[in-house]
């Protein structure tokens, strides 16, 4: 059985995304490791000498005491959507989100992270300057991220950008996995820009490999790959994304408030990054 890291700070953007991770749970017939997070007050203990632990228990006994509070409002989610079977575990841990989102990836045998974003916007918010973004690029499982309004769909098709290199075609392997759990299809973008460097021939050598699986490959010609892509989400109803970090600059890039003014909320789709071997 998958298991599937769940961290939440319980608030609305966390529990939307909750709910996508339940059904992609469903999906790949999985279970839920909820993980909250919480920094312990950083004391000069000389002037708090005495009550120096108090104060550390008395934050960790409040935590503990939300963190109880929250559980059963998630469990009321689930069955609210008729996922209560799905099976759930918790994690409370102090220290750095992120650290705490790797160790707990080790410990508990992780195969996916699944998160909200926070923000109105939720694209633009989710790659730049969050934890989202560090936990993107600096875990070794694939994260699926979800903006912070985004309602959950059921997945008919899901978006795969590549470069056509060995790495994107075992990350596409791993794509169609998941499209046969979901029932659905993958449409495969290939953006050739005026230095692309891809012949006709490695395309047509991907076309041939996979022509009983459930992928269609386009290439289309522009400069402009973010924009490009953004295009190709709305019209070619995507519903989940798939994209390599290949570097952060390009998440940077592609979300950009010039870009994502493209995007209405109709459009804010959930992205699955699998991380580069």
Not at 26 to 53: C, R, S
Request: negative net charge; charged residues 25%.
């Amino acid at each position: 059985m998958k298991k599937i890291l769940f961290p939440t700070d319980f608030s609305e953007a966390a529990n939307n995304a909750f709910v996508h991770a339940l059904e992609f749970a469903k999906i790949v017939h999985g279970e839920l490791v909820l993980l909250h997070t919480f920094d312990l007050p950083v004391f000069d203990n000389q002037f708090f000498p005495e009550n120096y632990a108090v104060i550390y228990d008395s934050v960790e006994l409040s935590e503990f005491d939300m963190f109880k509070d929250e559980i059963p409002k998630l469990r009321a989610i689930a069955e609210a959507h008729h996922l209560d079977k799905i099976k759930l575990s918790h994690r409370l841990k102090d220290g750095d989100l992120v650290s705490n989102i790797k160790e707990s990836i080790k410990e508990d045998k992780i195969n996916y992270v699944v998160m909200g974003t926070s923000g109105a916007t939720g694209w633009d918010s989710f790659f730049i300057g969050t934890n989202t973004a560090s936990v993107v690029t600096e875990v070794d499982v694939p994260v699926f991220c979800v903006p912070s309004d985004a309602p959950f769909n059921t997945i008919k098709t899901i978006g795969f950008t590549t470069r056509f290199r060995i790495k994107d075609k075992k990350a596409l392997q791993s794509v169609l996995e998941l499209a046969h759990k979901a029932k659905a299809k993958v449409k495969c973008l290939y953006v050739k820009t005026s230095d692309s460097d891809v012949s006709e021939a490695t395309i047509a050598k991907w076309e041939e490999e996979f022509k009983s699986e459930p992928v269609e490959f386009f290439v289309i010609k522009n400069d402009d790959v973010q924009a490009t892509i953004l295009d190709f989400i709305m019209y070619k109803d995507i519903d989940i994304l798939t994209l390599l970090p290949y570097k952060r600059g390009f998440f940077e890039g592609m979300f950009k408030p010039s870009l994502t003014k493209k995007l209405t909320t109709d459009f804010e789709i959930p992205i699955l990054s699998i991380p580069m071997e």
